[in-house]
């Protein structure tokens, strides 16, 4: 396991030999935000090997389900840019499925301002929009959001 010196505003461990994520001086850094649910994650895009770190956690790690592992790499391969991008992103909120749609959006918004030309394959593929759904609330004098107690004639 390598550690990346302090100096460098990456702090973080990487399994394997995969090398470690540093930035160079004058490398150009895309930040993007994505939001799902209740979750926020916060992305650092830029030119690299095609690491994926989400709390300092290599992605197949941080998220055990194939689903979200799917929905972290998904605008990757819509674009054809596997590979080509380290993401350096934090998330925090909600659970894995509103975290991995937040990562989602994060990047699709990263990779659009890294190369505008991935907009019109994002958007097709339905990547830029937010999505608004959220949980909805428990209603006053009944079970909870929708279901109610049971009506007894008698």
Excluded: C
């Amino acid at each position: 396991m390598s550690n990346i010196s302090d100096s460098t505003p990456f702090t973080t461990d990487i399994p394997g030999d995969a090398p470690a994520p540093v930035l160079r001086t004058g490398q150009e850094v895309y930040w993007a935000t994505g939001r799902r649910k209740t979750s926020v994650a916060r992305v650092r895009l830029r030119a690299g090997s095609g690491i994926i770190l989400v709390n300092n956690r290599p992605y197949e790690e941080y998220f055990p389900g194939k689903h979200n592992q799917e929905d972290v790499v998904v605008p990757f391969l819509a674009t054809e840019t596997a590979g080509r991008y380290d993401v350096l992103a934090t998330v925090r909120g909600g659970g894995m499925t509103g975290q991995s749609g937040a990562l989602r959006l994060g990047i699709t918004r990263a990779l659009i301002k890294a190369d505008s030309g991935t907009e019109e394959r994002l958007r097709a593929a339905g990547f830029t929009t937010r999505d608004a759904r959220k949980r909805e609330r428990d209603k006053y004098g009944q079970r909870g959001a929708r279901a109610r107690y049971q009506y007894s004639k008698r």
